[in-house]
């Protein structure tokens, strides 16, 4: 996959996921990626710097104009820890951890992370309001109930599958009770 077609794809699926999430400023929104299967490998044991790069950094030109918080999952040999904007984590009161990712502990993503974000933590968990997985990294521990699934406009970026989920509130109170319109399902 040529990089310019790899950072046009992901800037397509962004935009495409923030409008139909309907989040905006202030929100999080959590990336999980394996660069390993962007390439046609097996998630984590192909990891490149510059896919994760490529990826973070697109991503980011997308959010950050809308105000929107970008949080980068890690691997599990990093218990599936996050880089966040210290900002964020402190005005969320977040625990932050001490470590720093490697290519193969916390992967392409997280170092990527560290490379363009302005002070970049890592924080042990977090419920974000949206987000995207580009190969099949599980993301659902960190987006919030309830979990609207999200089907990407575009399926594949280069080999890995993509996911996205949404969330939503809860819809309590019953048959009686009326709710606003849900802003993700349009209904």
Known sequence: MMLLDLEEKTRVLIEDIVERSAIGSGSIFVLGLSSSEVIGGIIGKASSREIGQRIVKTILEVLEPKGIYLAVQGCEHLNRALVVERELALAKDL??????????????????????????????E???????????TSIGMHVKRVQVPLRP?????????????????????????EYLADPIRKN
């Open 126 to 136: 977090i419920l974000a309001q949206a987000g995207i997985d580009i190969g099949d």
């Open 95 to 124: 625990e932050i951890v001490n470590v720093l990712p490697t290519l193969h502990a916390g992967g392409s993503g997280q170092l990527a992370a560290f490379d363009y974000m302005e002070d970049p933590v890592e924080v042990e």
């Open 153 to 177: 406009i575009i399926s594949e970026l280069g080999g890995a599958h993509v996911t996205a989920l949404a969330s939503r509130p809860k819809l309590i109170g019953g048959a009686r009770a």
